[in-house]
């Protein structure tokens, strides 16, 4: 039985997180979620689900604080080759630096830079906030049954300016592009929270769940 990692280093509620994770495995039989932030569960993890809300500064030293959290999810991922989601934040930890506040080190997993939303249109506010439209820039296989069109929900101000346009698959329009989606190899992030998107993030969620890199 396979072992689902749901990464809790205080980086805000999990519980909505851990029913869809837990509603998702149960349907297909993809295994056991656990919320941990013990470093030995997450290295003995099949899957890895990193979420965060908040700061970015905040976020990644909470994380970094976590006695050897950090550096087992570090090891798992990039050495084990283990399926790796980060959701919200958690997804912006994948970049190579954080501008939020003061310059901050990410993963550096996926290359770019967390910067401020900045709509063309005034009228629109930040934090962008509420259901937009996904348009999917590259296939990918957690996107299965994923179409142009179908809703996210967001909640976030900043964004992550992708270096490799390959690594992008998927944005949202407001007043200007905002990357959604995120990924290479064994890493995928979402910007938006699968866990209250209904039935795209549901779909998601399985696709995570069945996916083998």
């Known amino acids: 039985m396979s072992l689902i990692a749901l990464v809790d280093y205080d980086s805000g509620n999990l519980h909505s997180a851990q029913k869809a994770f837990e509603r998702m495995a149960n349907e297909a039989g993809h295994g056991t979620v656990v919320v941990t932030s013990e470093p030995d569960v997450v290295a003995k993890a099949d899957r890895i689900v990193l979420p965060g809300d908040g700061a970015f500064p905040a976020c990644r030293k909470a994380l ?4 050897g ?3 087992a999810i570090d090891e798992a991922v990039t050495k084990g080759g283990k399926p790796f989601l980060g959701i919200c934040v958690g997804m912006q930890m994948l970049a190579t630096t954080g501008h939020e506040y003061e310059e901050t080190a990410g993963f550096d997993w996926i290359g770019g830079d967390i910067v401020k939303i900045a709509p063309s249109d005034e009228s629109l506010k930040v ?3 509420g259901w937009n439209d996904l348009v999917i820039d590259n296939p990918h296989p957690v996107l299965d049954g994923i179409a142009t069109g179908d809703h996210a929900y967001f909640v976030h101000s900043y964004h992550m300016r992708v270096k490799n346009p390959a690594e ?3 944005h ?4 200007g592009d905002i990357t959604a989606i995120v990924g290479r190899d064994n890493v995928i992030g979402t910007q938006f929270h699968p866990e209250k998107s209904q039935a ?5 969620i399985a696709n995570f769940l069945s996916w083998k890199p």
């Open 168 to 170: 992008r698959i998927a």
């Open 200 to 204: 795209t993030g549901l779909r998601l």
């Open 69 to 71: 959290l950090a550096e």
């Open 172 to 175: 949202v329009d407001y007043a």
């Open 127 to 129: 934090p962008h906030m």
């Open 64 to 67: 970094s604080d976590m006695g």
